[in-house]
Each structure stands twice: as structure tokens, then as C-alpha cells.
């Protein structure tokens, strides 16, 4: 059975402040995606990445796929109160089917 | 096109009613998944479907779940004879490749 654990599962920072999440699985995965969701919405598409050590940079996101594309990570600098949110790794192995993490709740205090 | 749409946004029934939600995938998504979410976790899968063809169907669905896609345009997920532990909110998604999904706005479901 494929997993994806997400650390930490709840973090809460000062605005400016840098932090970074993390997914990780023990599973090979063809592509990764990551979201984000606000209360009452459905998650919002951030990034794909589907090649080992790519790095995609999303404004002041910044997002890793693992060499061996079993595990990711969210590095966003300067965060600010609309970052605010629950933000979901989730694998494909390139079939349809997509095994999504346990999430980050992620809370900037102005 | 707008996105995907979810109709309703909220649902509240009493236990052992029937309810049906409806999804419209953006246009040209010939994929669409549903999925259930409760508070705090991630979205768990339900089904998926290619086209108008269910091609699979989660082990965690009881009976009392059906999923639709007549046409391979909008699908309508239903629920029979509703049960408190089916709270939660209704997500559906739709995607072209396999290189993420777009999701609606979900369906939350509260059953008295």
C-alpha cells in the first residue's frame, strides 16, 4: 500500500519567517503534486513535478522532488498571512490514480 | 470555462435519506475522480472515471454508494439511506493527464 506522511502536521509562524514541509513515502512515484486548500474549498494545484532533484520555484515557493521520487519538500521564504492554509502532497505512479498525503495546516500570524 | 463546478455547496439531511450531488468537469477533462474529505485529513478516493467508463471504485464504498457519468460530460455522485459517519465534505476532480487535478469547490455533507 502506497503512503505519503507529511511533516510537520500543524505549524504556526510569525509573518517573515521561512519554513519548509515534507513528504515522504517509501514508494516511487512518477510525479508529485502539491496543493493547497483553504477551509471550505477544494485544493488548488500549486505545482507538478515530475523528474528526481527537480526544483520548481513558484513566486516565494520553492518545491524539491527527491532524487529517487520518493519524497518532496515545500520551502516557502518570507511567509506571509495568505499562506495560511492546508497544503496536500499528492503521488501519481502513472496510472490515474493519485495517494494523497496527511497535509501541513500552516497558520501566519501577522 | 470557469473550472470545475459542484452543486450543492452544502447539504444537510437526516439519517436515512437519500442525496445526490452533481459535478461539471472543466470541458476538454475527459478524467474525473471523487473523493471524500473529513476535517483535518487529506482527500481519500472514491472513484474515477475515463470518459463515461467507471473504471474503479474504492473498497471503502459501501453499497449505498453509486457514481454516475452518462456521456462522459458531468457525473452525479448518490447516497442512499445516509448515515451519520457519511459527513464530510464531497470533493470532486478533473484532470486531462496524470499531472494533477483541478477540483471543485466540494459538497459539504452534514447527516443529522
Known amino acids: 500500500t502506497q503512503l505519503l506522511e507529511q511533516s510537520p502536521q500543524f505549524l504556526s509562524i510569525q509573518e517573515g519567517e521561512n519554513l519548509t514541509v515534507y513528504c515522504n513515502s517509501s514508494s516511487v512515484f512518477s510525479s508529485l503534486q502539491w496543493y493547497r486548500q483553504e477551509p471550505g474549498e477544494g485544493p488548488v494545484l500549486l505545482v507538478t513535478?515530475?523528474?528526481?532533484?527537480e526544483v520548481k520555484k513558484l513566486k516565494r515557493l520553492t518545491f524539491q522532488f527527491g532524487d529517487a521520487r520518493k519524497d518532496s519538500s515545500l520551502h516557502i521564504t518570507a511567509a506571509q498571512p495568505g499562506d495560511t492554509g492546508l497544503y496536500l502532497c499528492?503521488?501519481?505512479?502513472?496510472?490515474?490514480?493519485?495517494?494523497f498525503g496527511t497535509g501541513t495546516r500552516l497558520k501566519v500570524l501577522a | 470555462d470557469t473550472g470545475v463546478s459542484q452543486d450543492p455547496r452544502h447539504k444537510i439531511t437526516k439519517r436515512g435519506q437519500n442525496v445526490t450531488f452533481r459535478c461539471d468537469p472543466i470541458s476538454e477533462h475527459n478524467r474525473l475522480y471523487w473523493y471524500r474529505q473529513t476535517l483535518g485529513q487529506g482527500p481519500e478516493f472514491l472513484t474515477y472515471?475515463?470518459?463515461?467508463?467507471?473504471?474503479?471504485k474504492s473498497r471503502l464504498l459501501s453499497d449505498r454508494f453509486s457514481a454516475e457519468r452518462p456521456k462522459g460530460s458531468f457525473s452525479t455522485l448518490e447516497i442512499q439511506r445516509t448515515e451519520q459517519g457519511d459527513s464530510a465534505m464531497y470533493l470532486c476532480?478533473?484532470?486531462?493527464?496524470?499531472?494533477?487535478?483541478?477540483f471543485g469547490p466540494g459538497t459539504r455533507l452534514t447527516v443529522l
Open positions: 513535478v515530475v523528474t528526481g532533484g
Open positions: 499528492a503521488g501519481s505512479s502513472g496510472t490515474y490514480k493519485y495517494i
Open positions: 472515471f475515463q470518459n463515461e467508463a467507471q473504471l474503479e
Open positions: 476532480a478533473s484532470s486531462l493527464v496524470v499531472l494533477g487535478q483541478f
